[in-house]
């Protein structure tokens, strides 16, 4: 497990895994008072926290999935990226996908954070790619069954 440094500007706890095997944390909305997203709006939430990943991790902000499958709230940069080098406020960018207006309130757990490691890729410039069995089947090409 890796150690990051967090400040805690905000009212609520601090982010923790509901599961020993949980992948990500919950986000918390840290407002003074509730607030609502209209059908098509969208929103930064702030979330009152500060971090500093280490060099080679980022943290993936991803939408709730009981928050999009019963009230059609996601984030809309899924998955919103946090770099190792940013040192501000973590906002969350909501959107109302559905018909009727959602009411956010003050600590509510609005997206979940996943810590991930990454690399970073040097492009190498070529005249051609290797074959492959798939080649340049994309969006669909296996099918639907």
Known sequence: MIQVKVINKGKQPLPQYA??????????????????????????VPTGLFIALPEGYEAQVRPRSGLALKHGI??????????????????VVLVNLSNEPFTIEP????????????????FLVV???????????GYGHTGVK
């Open 19 to 44: 599961t020993a095997q949980s992948a990500g944390m919950d986000l918390r909305a840290n407002t003074s008072e509730p607030f609502t997203l209209n059908p098509l709006e969208r929103k930064l």
């Open 74 to 91: 996601t984030v809309l940069n899924t998955p919103g990226t946090i770099d190792a080098d940013y040192r501000g406020e973590i906002g």
């Open 107 to 122: 600590g509510e757990r609005i997206a979940q954070m996943v810590i991930a490691k990454h690399e970073q890729a040097n």
């Open 127 to 137: 005249e051609e790619l290797d074959e492959t069995e798939r080649g340049a089947g």
